[in-house]
Structure formats: C-alpha cells, structure tokens
C-alpha cells in the first residue's frame, strides 16, 4: 500500500496537542496516511492557510472567511467557549467602554478573539504582540490592556492582572446563548469527498481516544503546558477538549454562521461565508 504523508498544522498548547495524541503517539491504525505535526501558534497557522501551504490545519474561524475558497472545514476539531474565551485584561480594573482609549496588545488580526473585540469595541488601537508575550506586556506596562487566548485565561491573575471583559460571556449574552466558535479543523478542499472522510474519520478518531484515555492524553500534553500545573492543564483541557470537539453539533454550527454573518455585516470580514462542514 503506498503511504501518501499529510502535513497537519495545529498550536503547541494542552487542547491541540490533546486531541492529536493518538496521531502522534502511533496510538490508531492510520493505514495509508502519515501525519508530520506542524506545530506553530494560531495566527501562523492563519496565515499559512491562506497560502495554501497545509494539507489539513487548525485556523481560527475569522480566518475561515477568507480560505473559504480552498479548505472545507472538518466537522471536529473545534475548540469552543461555552460562556467563557479569549479576555481581556489590564494592570488596573476599568471598564469595557474605557478600553476604547488604551492600547490592547493582540495575538494577531486573523484571530477570533480580535473578530470578536472588533464586533464588541468597533474600532481600537492596538499592537500585535506573539499570544505568549501578551501577559508580560500588561504586567511590564508595556500595553495598557490585553486580549489573551490560550492558558492565559487560566494564569493572568498569577501576574495580578484584572479581566475586563469575557468574550465568550460577551458573545453568549449577545447571541442569546451561543457557544462562542474559536477555531476549527480545516482540509484541503482539493482533496475531494472520499479522502477528505477517510482523513476526517482518523482525526476524529484521534479525538474520541483522547476523550476515553483522558490521564495519559493529559500527560503527554503537559509538555505544552506552559506554567500550568498537571491539575490547571487537565482543567483547560476540558474547557475546549469535549463532546463538541467531536461534533460541532447544531448549536455549534449555527454559531459559526452568527459569528461570521455578523462579521460580514459589520464589515469585518470580506464577504458573506458559505460555512459547509465535510462530512
């Protein structure tokens, strides 16, 4: 059987490298597919899609806008907030209206979480810094506020910091309950139907023996789990690791529709998006 190598982008944290264990500890047949696990932060990976440069990649769901064209997304894979997300944080308490003043520091321009504060602020100053230098940066006075993604929604009061504002609390009182979609798992459109199932199926796969081998899967993902103990980690794990990272199910996918939609209309996106989940 020839062997047909497939390069898989996701980010060095807990979630991702949680749902690809299986993958990468050789833990599922994958018969004629090899996975060379391309690990790089979100917004890399962002951009990287829109180059076309992956067979199959974690994107934010703001970026699905814009490689709509060229990558379908995966009905899995999703990391979702459930009435919490991506924050907002400073050195001192303020108020959401206040941040339309101070310069927030942003883990890149193609990330939900700037999509989202854009829907909620409008326009705002603010800098691109790496996600991991963000925190820093507030506590140093450096920015006057950040937006955090990742486990720094679990470690920002080890710094002192303050949180303004919960996108996901945000986004669910605006939606009237909605998760809010962070980001999702996308392929290669080009591969057709048949080999996108056959690859979707052993992603998948991936995840639900994560779900059912939670300790070790756990484990293996403490070695991206930058300042977090075993117990913080497992805990972040769950927060965007669960049933709705096997099946968006269908509060999920409408979710993705609203969030997008109401990028569009606000005109942050580039046009309206056809969301159509592979199978």
Avoid: C
């Avoid at 806008?65 to 907030?81: E, K, T, V």
């Avoid at 920015?143 to 609390?169: D, K, P, R, S, Y």
């Avoid at 639900?208 to 991206?224: I, K, N, P, T």
Wanted: aromatic share 8%; hydrophobic share 45%; charged share 20%.
């Amino acid at each position: 059987m020839a062997i047909e190598t497939l390069t898989l982008g996701h980010s060095p944290d807990p979630d991702d490298a949680f749902m690809h264990y299986a993958l990468a500890a050789g833990k599922i047949d994958t018969g004629e597919f090899r996975f060379v696990h391309i690990l790089q932060d979100i917004e890399t990976l962002n951009w990287r899609a829109m180059r076309e440069e992956l067979d199959i990649t974690a994107v934010s769901i703001h970026a699905y806008a814009y490689i709509q064209d060229r990558y379908r997304l995966l009905p899995h894979g999703a990391s979702m907030g459930e009435g919490y997300g991506p924050m907002v944080v400073a050195r001192e308490p303020m108020s959401a209206d206040d941040l339309r003043s101070r310069t927030i520091a942003v883990p890149g321009v193609m990330t939900t979480a700037f999509l989202g504060l854009r829907l909620m602020l409008g326009n705002f100053k603010f800098r691109v810094l790496p996600f991991d230098q963000i925190l820093e940066a507030v506590a140093s006075g450096a920015v006057e506020a950040g937006l955090i993604i990742h486990e720094g929604q679990l470690t920002f009061g080890q710094l002192g910091l303050h949180q303004i504002v919960n996108l996901g609390v945000w986004w669910q009182d605006r939606t009237g309950g909605l998760p809010l979609p962070l980001g999702g798992n996308t392929i290669r459109a080009s591969f057709g139907p048949r080999k996108i199932a056959r690859i979707s199926a052993l992603l998948k796969e991936s995840i639900v023996y994560g779900l059912e081998h939670r300790a070790e899967a756990v484990a293996h993902a403490m070695q991206y789990a930058r300042d977090m103990t075993a117990d913080l980690a497992d805990e972040f794990v769950g927060m965007y690791v669960n049933q709705r990272t096997v099946d968006y199910g269908d509060t999920g996918r409408e979710a993705v529709r609203r969030l997008l939609d109401d990028g569009f209309r606000a005109g942050l996106v580039p046009g309206p998006v056809a969301v159509e989940f592979s199978v």
